[in-house]
């Protein structure tokens, strides 16, 4: 199996870096435990250093005997999000988005949402089951947003206030004695044209392979686990898309997935805003689930 992950697993060459920059790299590598912001792929030629991080480390309270990811999440380093982004879906012979449902909304114009018609009757504001949800993305400026959607059990919801340009993630935030979603929760765009996201009954979260980089940060994926059944065989295509020139790339494919395969990289990929990162996957024969992790960081840029 081959990646471009599996490429960092040799120390790549020494490479001169501009002094005004060697402070700061040896501030993330301290942070984090891992070589970012070096400007180049191992193999390639040195490029111009961007200006990617606004604050690299800036402690403010020492969580005595946590590592620095651990500190991360805790807010110890000032200007970087640390997080995980999990996704599953039965796929079968041809390509699908691992995501519950196959969804993946890469829309080119923001617009309101809803929670579809023809969920269940407990699924509603005083009922047993989810009463609120939130929802997570972005706004056509690509800048975080979210908003809580009341249920309405078998009927539509009202549509939000706020136009989303994508859809991260969405969770049940409140609910009656049965503490979960009843039956699936289908988002869609409020004209009731598209559907966006589903959170799958029980579960009262979506699982979505897709990463959307806001603005005024970049992404570094530090991590990716994919699990698939021993039974079978599985294709993983990790994915890249850039909606400023209508393009997208492949960052890697895993051939040959039986059971659980989980790929470091010894210096993160950077991906800069406003760009989206998803997972798709494949198996050999008749169907089977695929599920993944990303872990990865959210670093303010300046």
Do not use: C
Not at 134 to 149: A, H, K, L
Not at 189 to 206: E, F, H, K, M, Y
Not at 271 to 294: A, H, N, Q, R
């Amino acid at each position: 199996m081959r990646s471009l992950f599996s490429l960092f697993s040799a120390k790549p060459k020494k490479l001169k870096k501009p002094k005004t920059w060697k402070k700061k790299i040896r501030e993330a590598q301290l942070s984090f435990g891992v070589s970012i912001l070096h400007g180049v792929l191992p193999h390639t030629k040195e490029v111009p250093m961007p200006a990617y991080v606004k604050t690299v480390y800036s402690a403010a309270t020492d969580h005595a005997g946590l590592d620095q990811h651990n500190e991360t999440a805790v807010g110890d380093h000032k200007g970087v999000v640390s997080d995980r982004k999990f996704g599953f879906n039965n796929v079968g012979t041809s390509a699908v988005v691992i995501s519950d449902g196959g969804l993946l909304w890469r829309p080119t114009t923001a617009i309101t949402i809803r929670v579809k018609i023809g969920g269940n009757a407990a699924d509603t504001a005083a009922g047993t089951g989810a009463q609120t949800i939130r929802v997570y993305g972005v706004n056509s400026d690509w800048e975080e947003i979210f908003e809580d959607i009341i249920l309405a059990g078998a009927s539509v919801s009202s549509a939000t206030t706020e136009a989303f340009l994508r859809v991260t993630r969405a969770k049940v935030l409140t609910a009656g004695s049965g503490e979960v979603n009843v039956a699936a929760i289908d988002i869609e765009t409020s004209d009731g044209v598209t559907d966006i996201a589903l959170i799958a009954a029980g579960l009262g979260q979506t699982e979505i392979g897709h990463i959307a980089v806001p603005a005024g940060r970049v992404l570094l994926i530090e991590a990716a686990t994919i699990f698939a059944d021993t039974s079978k065989t599985a294709d993983v295509n990790i994915w890249v898309g850039d909606p400023a020139n209508s393009v997208k790339r492949s960052i890697g494919r895993i051939i040959g997935i039986s059971g659980e395969v989980v790929l470091k990289a010894f210096a993160p990929d950077i991906f800069e805003e406003k760009m989206d990162l998803w997972v798709e996957g494949v198996v050999s024969s008749g169907t089977d689930g695929i599920s993944v992790w990303i872990d990865y960081l959210l670093v303010e840029v300046g």
